[in-house]
């Protein structure tokens, strides 16, 4: 089945500029999304995880310009968002949309929630005034509110409420491409429940299509179709959410998922306890960025950047940046803790 | 499993009760708790935010603020009454027998001091230890928490060290004077997963070769699972179940944390649908004066909506706060509570499992 492309990022680059030293010229570079390249189809949700400082959010608000990306493509239906004027950006922000992290946060505490949802339908004018306010008290039922709560102020409503408001806001301009920006971290375990079966159905309903930016593997399970993960600005593996979870490629992505602690106390894995901290994004190690941490480093990974490739074991467009894939899977490479 | 009659209880909560003040009235956050820990032994306290769980911890310590009074219950430390100590009792306690270890680092660490001198200013006013000898000591206890080059560690400031680093060096304070107990409240809460399995691994290591008892506290299952030997769960204010940790796992009687397991993302197994838990926790100045769970609960009668149920302890030693395991109970024998099926203990059968 052949899917459409709705979004492609091409080579996107994201440098901060560190000032500082005489005359405050810039120093160095935070180098927090370096060149990474991925697509996205039509109705489906592609999840972007990670630890913090990867990459995973600057990503998410590079490809709707809410910084402007050093470098790189964002193809939206094959225009380039990244070379649109501001002005011209505006009207793609109606076709992309995002909700963060915390709903306390991320709504004007003055405006009720009626007047958040119509301030969105008016700036990109989705329907005439006089339907607006009807719009948004169906909006608050579609995401399991009630009209009469239209009126209120975000205060009144529990974290969970509020999400869905952020929800609610989301869709009132109709988008085809919502990011969620760790958007159920935040709530409690069974609150998230009840947000992410409420995004599940919303995509149904509405063919939405997610990127879904997580640092939390067991969402990212449950929500997502295929998986990006990041370390250090770079992607060093995608696939298809089994593929992932069931095949790691990656000594990084196989790490990772082991340190997770599973909720039952019989299962016992074998747990890869990767030594030190994540090294800083100003100055990232050369070649590949996981070597100074990765059990199976040689001198090659040192200076050779690994490219995202497919070994033969593995499902096409399941990828990963890795030397010795065929060596670690034969057991050709020990690691060395 | 419970726990063993000759087991060296360490800690006991009986029935704590703490009330905050506020300008709207009383807040009941911690209402009727109550668990035992054995020595050598990990308890975690688990729950959603709002559930008490961080308050309880502060009230053994007795570390409220200043609105914050404890009305009602005792906190037995080797058979001692803490809550009847005098405040330099407590003061000689605190960091020395039972010491704690906070969420955010960065906030408990000291940012004008450097680690050294802040692991010293216990070891100095515990064990009256020279500040030379303080010195040594603390980069002793640096290397045992796996701080790497310990010595130069020791002169840094908490800012320049990362996360997990800094976790360590609380970990490390903690440790100073060779605790009996240790209360951990949310202490990976705020780190990457890779950094809070090299911190998980670090307390159980400790706690191995140093004999201490550990109370968790945390929201995270998947966390409590790894690292506990019984848990407390806790709703509202209220421990609402105790049990051993496989129990709670696989048997959980309540309908709580039925719902609270159902309702988790899992990342090791494929689940099809999500089953949540409808509404929210009640507002702490409006919370029933019935089961607390009653308003959200699939199983709940009229019992349950008219009157609070207690902990009553089963068989095999653990506590269950819910009607469904009481005598009074007048619904279903057979109640199916998210898609599970428990047995009333009313109908004649014992609080088994089908299968």
Known sequence: MAKKELLK?????????????????????????????????????????????????????????????TEGKVEFRGVDLAGLSKRNMRKYRKDLQIIFQDPYASINPRQTVASVLTEAMEIQK????????ARAEELLETVGLLPYQADRFPHEFSGGQRQRIGIARALSVNPQLIICDEAVSALDVSIQAQVLNLLEELQEEFQLTYLFISHDLGVVRHISDRIIVM?????????????????????????????IPIPDPDKKKERIVLKGDVPSPIDPP???????????????????????????????????????????????KQPNY | MSIPVNQEIILEVKNLQTIFKTDTGDVRAVDG?????????????????????????????????SNGKITNGEVLYKGEDLLKLSESQMRKLRGNEISMIFQEPMTSLNPVYTVGQQISEALMLH?????????????????????????????????????????????????????????ADEPTTALDVTIQAQILELIKELQDRLGMSVIFITHDLGVVAETCDYVAVMYAGQVVEYADIRTLFHEPKLPYTIGLLKSLPRHDIEQDKLQPINGNVPSPHEMPVSCRFSPRCPAATDL????????????????????????EWTGEAEVDIYGEKRIAKSRGAKTILPD
């Open chain 1, 231 to 259: 370390y250090l600005g770079k992607i060093v593996e995608i696939a298809d959410k089994y593929s992932l979870f069931e095949n790691p490629k990656h000594p990084y992505t196989k790490a990772l998922l082991s340190a």
């Open chain 1, 9 to 69: 990022v091409e080579g996107l680059k994201q440098y901060f500029p560190i000032k500082g030293g005489f005359l405050g010229r810039t120093t160095n570079y935070v180098k927090a999304v370096d060149d990474i390249s991925f697509s996205i189809f039509e109705g489906e949700t592609v999840s972007i995880v990670g630890e913090s400082g990867c990459g995973k959010s600057t990503t998410g608000r590079a490809i709707l310009r809410l910084e402007e990306p």
């Open chain 1, 126 to 133: 989705v329907l005439p005034t006089n339907k607006r306010r």
């Open chain 2, 304 to 327: 349950c909506r008219a009157n609070m149920p207690q902990l009553e302890t089963d068989e095999n030693g653990n506590q269950v706060r819910c009607w469904i395991y009481t005598d």
């Open chain 2, 33 to 65: 708790v109550s668990f035992k820990l054995p020595k050598g032994k990990t308890i975690g306290i688990v729950g959603e935010s709002g559930s008490g769980k961080s308050i309880t911890s502060l009230s053994i310590m007795r570390l409220l603020a």
């Open chain 1, 286 to 332: 050369s070649g590949c960025r996981f070597h100074t941490r990765c059990p199976y480093a040689t001198a090659k990974c040192k200076v050779e950047v690994p490219e995202l490739r497919t070994a033969s074991s593995m499902k096409p467009g399941h990828e990963a940046a890795c030397h010795y894939i065929e060596e670690i899977e034969s057991g050709e």
């Open chain 2, 127 to 183: 064990q009256n230890m020279s500040k030379k000898d303080a010195f040594i000591r603390s980069v002793e206890l640096l290397k045992l928490v796996g701080i790497p080059s310990p010595d130069k560690r020791v002169k840094n400031y908490p800012f320049e060290l990362s996360g997990g680093m800094r976790q360590r060096v609380m970990i490390a304070m903690s440790l100073a004077c060779d605790p009996e107990i240790l209360i």
